[in-house]
């Protein structure tokens, strides 16, 4: 439908690695997709399938 379901971080960090926990138990199986920005620029979109 693309709206946006969640924000998991919206903060500025230093350059690195970094790994976040994602809990799906809210939301129903399907194709997902999610991004990855910074500095207001989208760097990275890819598509995550969930399945229950």
Known sequence: M????????NERQFPGNYSVNFDGNN???GIYFYRL???GLIR???RMVLLK
């Open 44 to 46: 990275n979109s890819r």
């Open 27 to 29: 939301f129903p199986s």
């Open 2 to 9: 693309g709206n946006e379901l969640l924000t998991l971080i």
């Open 37 to 39: 920005e910074a500095d």
